[in-house]
């Protein structure tokens, strides 16, 4: 399978610990996107890459959250002393630089923080 | 502000019949939008899409018309099919993706 993929599918935490997911999307896309949903709601938009830069931010994405793409390829996002708030579904998705309106998703991280 | 939303959080369908989903946009100058679906336990998957300069689009089995005067759109899925069973999404494509509430899609065998 050459889409995208996450892992892991899901994540049960305890709140104030502190998680990582990672995303590889397919592999000659260039951009990469990561969303949040909650129960009921569409994908929230939290921020993208160009390759390895961080190109925008929404204002959903707290200091405590970080994303990074060090090489261009796979990201990770990172949650530090998650609270029952952050509780949704993390998708990622991809695309290429000059086609953003083609972004496929991934099949997303399930977080629990209880 | 731009908002993205449907009209009805459920729609129940007999197989066979024709399906309606509607979405309402605030944003005036939005130019691009798409329909998604999404099934459980996966991400969204692109259904179809339309530009503004058009107001009517189609696909296999899907139709999404645009009408711009009332801000309005709605996707009709053509002799729905238990396979179709979904939460369906509408979202704005202006350098990054909108997504309104979404409708879920149950069809009656």
């Known amino acids: 399978d050459t889409g995208v993929s996450q892992d892991p599918r899901h994540k049960i935490t305890k709140r104030g610990q502190n998680v990582t997911f990672r995303c590889d999307p397919i592999?000659?896309?260039?951009?990469l996107y990561w969303y949040r949903q909650t129960l009921g709601q569409g994908p929230e938009f939290l921020t993208y890459f160009q390759n390895e830069a961080q190109l925008e931010k929404s204002r959903l994405l707290s200091d405590r959250f970080s994303a990074e793409r060090p090489k261009g390829s796979f990201s990770t996002l990172e949650i530090q002393r998650t609270e029952q708030g952050d509780s949704a579904m993390y998708l990622c998705a991809s695309s290429l630089w000059d086609r953003a309106d083609e972004q496929y998703f991934g099949p997303g991280t399930r977080l629990t923080v209880t | 502000g731009e908002s993205v939303g449907l009209h009805l959080p459920t729609l129940s369908v007999q197989e066979g019949d024709n399906s309606i989903i509607n979405c309402a946009y605030s944003?005036?100058?939005?130019?691009?939008f798409i329909w998604y679906k999404q099934e459980s336990g996966k991400g969204p998957q692109f259904i179809i899409d339309i530009r503004s300069n058009m107001d009517k689009r189609q696909g296999q089995r899907v139709t999404v018309l645009l009408n711009k005067t009332v801000k309005h759109l709605s996707l009709q899925i053509a002799a729905t099919q238990p396979g179709d069973s979904a939460v369906y999404f509408c979202a704005e494509q202006g350098g990054k993706l909108i997504f309104g509430q979404g409708t879920e899609l149950s069809v009656k065998p």
């Open positions: 592999s000659e896309h260039n951009r």
């Open positions: 944003n005036s100058a939005s130019d691009y």
